[in-house]
């Protein structure tokens, strides 16, 4: 039995029908988070509506402590909602329970954090196909098709502490990506790479949706990367305060921070 036929296949065939519906990428609807309770209270997110479309890059920015990281990790599946509906590609996330939630963590969405959170041990290749294993058949090969398609052919072979961080970051990209979601979210994922290397692990992403693969939903506090966005939205106090559509998005290669 193969490791794909462990997905609901209600759930893929579900997701995909709406894809092709024209649904959005994303729909969140007066969703809220309190962590905490009573005078101890921390009210993470308040209300927020926000919608993504299929093939956007969706910069999200906003101080520190204003619901980000919340935010991406309740799209995710990571946390629940206190309140309110996230829709990904039509799925309800928030009613998703058991083995469907995981099944819509492990084949739906694709996590790119600050820190690459990649296995010392294992080479570039080994972290990606720890990850194709779980989720489909010719590991391998999807896996070196991954490190390929983030410009790391050469390096397939070499251990984390023979790469720099912005080599790192892509192969934390590649098993993001070698699942095939449709959706990346991305959690300041140049937090820890140098203006150089940064503007490669952008542009690699820039180029996943262009390909149109993807939708990126990239959470940061660094306002220099929203020049590259399709369109920005600045959380406050975890209300979306404003939003806008950027008319002529920069190369990667152009940002300055
Ligand atoms: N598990 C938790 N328990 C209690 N409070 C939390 C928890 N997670 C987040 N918070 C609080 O919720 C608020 C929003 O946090 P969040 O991490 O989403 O903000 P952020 O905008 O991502 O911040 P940063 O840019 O510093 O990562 C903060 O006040 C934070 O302290």
């Known amino acids: 039995?193969?490791?794909?036929?462990?997905?609901?296949?209600?759930?893929?065939?579900?997701a995909e029908a709406v894809a092709a519906s024209g649904e959005p990428a994303v729909r969140l609807a007066g969703v809220s988070k309190t962590y905490g309770y009573g005078a101890a209270a921390v009210h993470a997110l308040r209300g927020v509506d926000l919608e993504v479309w299929p093939g956007e890059l969706v910069v999200l920015l906003g101080p520190s402590g204003s619901g980000k990281t919340t935010l991406l990790n309740i799209v995710g599946g990571?946390?629940?909602?206190?309140?309110?509906?996230?829709?990904?590609?039509?799925?309800?996330?928030?009613?998703?329970?058991?083995?469907?939630?995981?099944?819509?963590?492990?084949?739906?969405?694709?996590?790119?954090?600050?820190?690459?959170?990649?296995?010392?041990?294992?080479?570039?290749?080994?972290?990606?196909?720890?990850?194709?294993?779980?989720?489909?058949?010719?590991?391998?090969?999807?896996?070196?098709?991954?490190?390929?398609?983030?410009?790391?052919a050469g390096v397939v072979d070499r251990f984390p502490a023979q790469m720099s961080g912005g080599q790192q970051q892509r192969v934390a990209i590649a098993r993001a990506i070698v699942k095939e979601p449709p959706l990346l979210l991305c959690d300041e994922p140049t937090g820890s790479l140098d203006l150089a290397t940064g503007r490669q692990v952008l542009g690699v992403l820039r180029g996943l949706v262009d390909e149109g693969h993807h939708t990126v939903?990239?959470?940061?506090?660094?306002?220099?990367?929203?020049?590259?966005?399709?369109?920005?939205?600045?959380?406050?106090?975890g209300t979306l305060a404003r939003e806008e559509v950027v008319a002529e998005p920069l190369e990667a290669a152009d940002l300055e921070w």
């Open 217 to 237: 939903l990239l959470v940061t506090h660094n306002s220099a990367i929203a020049a590259m966005a399709d369109r920005v939205l600045w959380l406050h106090s």
């Open 78 to 152: 990571i946390e629940e909602s206190s309140s309110g509906t996230v829709e990904v590609a039509g799925l309800e996330v928030g009613s998703l329970r058991g083995s469907r939630r995981t099944d819509y963590r492990r084949d739906r969405v694709g996590f790119i954090f600050q820190f690459f959170n990649l296995v010392p041990t294992l080479t570039a290749q080994e972290n990606v196909e720890v990850i194709a294993e779980l989720t489909g058949p010719d590991a391998a090969h999807r896996s070196r098709e991954a490190l390929e398609r983030v410009g790391l």
């Open 1 to 14: 039995m193969g490791a794909r036929s462990r997905t609901h296949p209600d759930l893929a065939a579900e």
